[in-house]
DNA sequence: CTGAAAGCGCTTACAG
DNA sequence: CTGAAAGCGCTTACAG
């Protein structure tokens, strides 16, 4: 435990430079360096020696480490992106610092700096919404270290983005109802600072514009992103006198909440109501009836963010290219799966 | 960007000394310097200083990071007890550092010997399976790190575990199905290298015992943690003459493929087959019937292995301190919550 | 209180 | 091919 390279070499008789290169493994072009090299390797499986990595990095200034910055990892949506984030990272010899913000943007931006004392090689982070006052970290401009945004979009980001293309997923869910039939169309979305929300909002108005019915602000529920409060705004929702024929759920969590409020309720989906969810849990099937969706295609988008990252690292490394800074940013389609959650309006 | 200590002290004329110093934060007796240590903060934000953690931890053998190592982040489960490591550490002032393992054990081995090449203050660890010629793990015995096992244990482990009264939780699963009137009762479980595998399986096997059934060999699918296995299995089960009148699922992933494996078959639960889940993810008073399920305290498991992983830090970091080496194990209780998944056997 | 100096554990030109 | 030496960016006794 704890044998450090000098310790190691003074062992061996031989100076820390000999044994470090050995250990490198670029030493082995003669029979008798070649011998040299095992002598040393097997002396140091002996003594358990670990290189520490920390000096190393100090040294080299190349770093094996990556941050992942998202909202919550219990929902199924963000730890699909992390687990594809870290797999496709792990591939290429990256470790992973995990980090998770709540949608708290100070423990973000606390999170954001630790990070960088860590000397990460790079992150990829879903932004949390921005504060009232937003005011720029400037440190965080003056950084240098690659970030990938992924989902969702910050403010005054210049940074690449791989993102869903938001307003045509909040379209095509609500074009499904409309061509159903369907006329008084509920949704559920997270708080307006968060560009998702509002795109897929924006995509809901457009479709509702489309056929010519005016947007009705009280079918609008814009809250944060948790169960609790999507459950109450559907307890409401389901609770008039004039209860809306259809409801969409914009983003997993919200799907939960709004599918507890309906069992509580007593309403049969689709006879009474007709749901869209939004992500494709596994679960979506398991349910009866088995759920409409608009399926966001993140695990994708994980690959390709992290791969995206690992290119600006190469980057970043490589001294004599001029760091492009025009941010790359793309935005990958929503596909819509028609199951058993919705049907055909009854005239009545 | 990139600016260091040195530049900094250089800009302001004074030695790094100092200005490490000021910057730590204690120093601030008088007037006049506590002035001074104003006028460096100042000039380091403005600068855009932000300290080399690499540096620090080198000089001062002191680490704010903690390595996770789970087999899956997409589990429900696992997911719920990486949000509670994460936050209770997050708390204490803890990075963690996440690796996934897909249950692959030379992946673990790998993923090891990074963190402790990262020289993490400590881990928590839901070892995978066995591999057939378990060689111990040289390197890893003579490590100081702290380590806290969760959930599962691994074979010859001397380190500290929070783990579940599997052998309970099996019982009191088959227990409920006994007491229901169920005879033929099948049971899908992880591999047997996995102690939990085992352990629930001994607690099945030892209701059956005390209510004088002899164990059908032909009811016990142990396969891996994954649905697909779990899917096929059930199929089987449920193509057979001599059907079982009862499943039971021990394990997040086995239930969500046995439940898709009744789906396609067209079973009727409770009516045809009951059914007893284990763990308690948020969808399962989703489905209709609700499940029925052994509940495993995970939440409170994590968040106990993270404190006692804080624990274990600080005892390693008081010199004084002959290290205990004598490991703490604890074992949580599971609870069983009946639903509607479950019900009387109809005598025929 | 301040600064010069040593050292954490590595890697890597640079001579030999 | 090998070794002595410098240096990555910090912190911290040690004198002054």
Chains 1, 2 share one sequence.
Not at 184 to 204: D, E, F, W
Not at 328 to 336: E, G
Request: glycine share 6%; aromatic share 4%.
């Amino acid at each position: 435990m704890g044998s450090t390279l000098k310790e190691l070499s003074k062992s061996l008789g031989l100076s820390t430079s000999t044994v470090s290169r050995a250990l490198s493994g670029r030493e082995f072009k003669r029979g008798t360096t070649r011998a040299q090299a095992e002598r040393i390797m097997a002396q140091a499986t002996q003594l358990g020696y670990e290189p520490n990595g920390l000096a190393r990095s100090l040294k080299t200034k190349r770093r094996q480490v990556v941050g992942l910055i998202i909202p919550d990892i219990k929902n199924d949506y963000y730890a699909a992106a992390a687990t594809l984030v870290q797999t496709t990272l792990g591939e290429a010899g990256y470790q992973v610092i995990l980090c998770v913000t709540n949608d708290d943007p100070e423990a973000e931006a606390a999170q954001r700096r630790l990070l960088r004392e860590e000397r990460v090689a790079g992150m990829v982070v879903v932004p949390s919404p921005h504060q009232r006052n937003g005011r720029v970290q400037e440190n965080a401009l003056r950084s240098s270290t690659p970030i990938i945004e992924l989902v969702r979009r910050s403010r005054d980001s210049s940074t690449d983005a791989v993102l869903i293309d938001d307003v045509d997923a909040g379209w095509q869910g609500t074009r499904h109802l409309l061509d159903l039939g369907h006329r008084r169309i509920a949704v559920l979305t997270g708080p307006r600072s968060v560009s998702t929300s509002r795109l897929r909002l924006n995509g809901y108005c457009d479709a509702l514009a489309s056929a010519g019915i005016a947007v009705d602000e009280s079918l609008i529920h814009a809250g944060p992103y948790r169960r609790d409060a999507a459950l109450r705004a559907t307890l409401t929702l389901l609770a008039r006198d004039d209860r809306p024929t259809a409801l969409i759920a914009t983003s997993n969590e919200l799907v939960v909440g709004a599918l507890q409020a309906i069992m509580q309720s007593n309403v049969r989906v689709p006879d009474e109501l007709s749901f869209v969810g939004f992500g494709n849990a596994d679960w979506f099937t398991l349910l009866r009836p088995a759920l409409t969706t608009v399926a966001l295609p993140i695990e994708n988008m994980a690959i390709v963010a992290a791969h995206q990252l690992l290119t600006r690292i190469r980057l970043a490394d490589s001294p004599g290219v001029p760091t492009t800074k025009t941010p790359v940013v793309s935005r990958y389609q929503a596909h819509l799966i028609v199951r058993d959650s919705t049907r055909q309006l009854e005239m009545s």
